[in-house]
């Protein structure tokens, strides 16, 4: 606790930053017999502001007045602005309240994140005594992303309120939003699953199959009423198959010897594994492929169904078992296990209700370009650009992601 001989004072010095004034100011504090209990900076834009909490010895001349003579004099010769204000012995703040709190990150992503948007989610915030307590832009070049901590009642039911007010705002302004807990678990993922069809890739690949078939018509129908919810997976799987009976293998392997990755795909894999991420693929869709991509981005896992070949041709069947909603959920959380990885600290990604469960399972489900059912029940979506800007939900920051890439 501060004496009485003693005080507690805010500086906030602001002007262009250049290397050292850091160091100096501080370096007086030092010199003139100060206590530094807190220290924030920030640079926009080339624009630095500095705030320093000082404790300093009370005199007739005012607080600490022979330190903020010499915090004054060095910031104008350095040509900065400084500002001093004398606090409280005993602030007021949501930290201090007796109820118990807890910090949240607001991750915002879109294409471009305007001052209107920002401003209905900060209204927001405030309307439900949320504290803001750092907002920092993720993106580079335009503002397509930024994080925001804040403080909040330890409540779920009121945890569960703000996430529904905001996500409506997202909706509104055309941003996807997550709101997560602000704790090691979120900042320590380390296992990440795909789905693929539609995910990690671009097709799905029984409708491309059904294409050089002659059957599209028929599977997509079918396939559309499946991803929607509209008929159980595994019911859907074995009717579009027994489509594609009589398909020679020759043109199976063709098709996925090259398939087209999603956006960001290839970067996302890169850092992930770079970061010491484990990776797997885990799809309703067939083994030939999640086989192929597995080799070809270095997935430490690959499950999928099998599909029943003779001479050379596809029977129709499916061999058991079937990787559908429940045995998704289950391959998580066996990989988990066997990695020794707390699903709390994993991410699952898919775009289709037979990914529901799997999302659910995962401590981050990730809706990615995903069917409307799904996003309504995901912790959170991206539903436009690659896949890379899943990056922006674990904290990182387009910068270090691209010096990471480019080294």
């Known amino acids: 606790m501060t004496s009485s001989s003693r005080q507690r004072v805010l500086v906030t010095v602001s002007g262009p930053d250049t290397p050292g004034i850091t160091a100096s100011l501080t370096g007086i504090v030092a010199d003139g017999g100060a206590t530094l209990r807190d220290i924030e900076q920030v640079v926009l834009s080339g ?31 350095l040509g900065l602005e400084l500002d001093f204000k004398v606090l409280d012995d005993a602030p007021s703040s949501p930290s201090a309240s007796t109820t118990p709190r807890t910090s949240y990150a607001v991750t915002v992503i879109g294409d471009h994140v305007d001052a209107a948007c920002v401003h209905a989610l900060t209204q927001c915030l405030a309307q439900h005594e949320a504290n803001i307590d750092e907002i920092e832009r993720l993106s580079e070049g335009d503002l397509s992303s930024l994080q925001i901590v804040i403080s909040f009642d ?12 905001l996500m409506s705002i997202a909706r509104q302004r055309g941003v996807d939003l997550a709101l997560q807990v602000e704790d090691l678990a979120r900042r320590t993922k380390r296992l990440v699953v795909f789905d693929m069809d539609s995910t990690l890739i671009r097709i799905e690949v029984i409708d491309e199959l059904a294409r050089l078939h002659g059957v599209y018509d028929e599977v997509a129908e079918i396939t559309a009423r499946a991803m929607a919810g ?18 020679p293998l020759a043109k199976v392997l063709q098709l996925t010897a090259d398939l087209p990755l999603s956006e960001g795909a290839e970067d996302l894999l890169r850092v992930l594994k770079g970061l010491g991420f484990k990776t797997a693929v885990i799809s309703g869709g067939f083994s030939f492929a999640a086989e192929s991509l597995r080799l070809r981005l270095g997935l430490d896992y690959a499950y999928s169904n099998t599909l029943e070949v003779k001479d050379g041709k596809l029977t129709g069947r499916v061999i058991e078992p079937i990787v559908g909603p429940q045995r998704k959920a289950d391959l998580l959380d066996a990989v988990a296990q066997r990695e020794g990885i707390p699903l709390a600290q994993t991410i699952a990604v898919g775009d289709g209700a037979n990914d529901l469960l799997m999302l659910e399972r995962a401590g981050l489900g990730i809706a990615f370009h995903a069917k409307p059912k799904l996003v309504d029940a995901a912790d959170t979506s991206v539903s436009k650009g690659g896949l890379d800007r899943m990056l922006y939900l674990l904290g990182l920051r387009a910068r270090d992601v691209r010096a990471f890439l480019d080294r």
């Not at 001349?61 to 060095?74: H, N, Q, W």
Request: aromatic share 4%; hydrophobic share 45%; net charge negative.
């Open 47 to 77: 624009q630095l502001t500095l705030c320093l909490v000082l404790e300093v010895a009370r005199d007739k001349s005012g607080p600490g007045s022979a330190v903020l003579k010499d915090l004054l004099f060095a910031a104008k010769e």
């Open 154 to 165: 330890d409540d779920e039911p009121k945890a569960h309120a703000l996430r529904q007010a």
């Open 230 to 247: 509209g008929m159980p997976y595994e019911e859907s799987l074995q009717l579009r198959v027994a489509k594609i009976a009589g398909l």
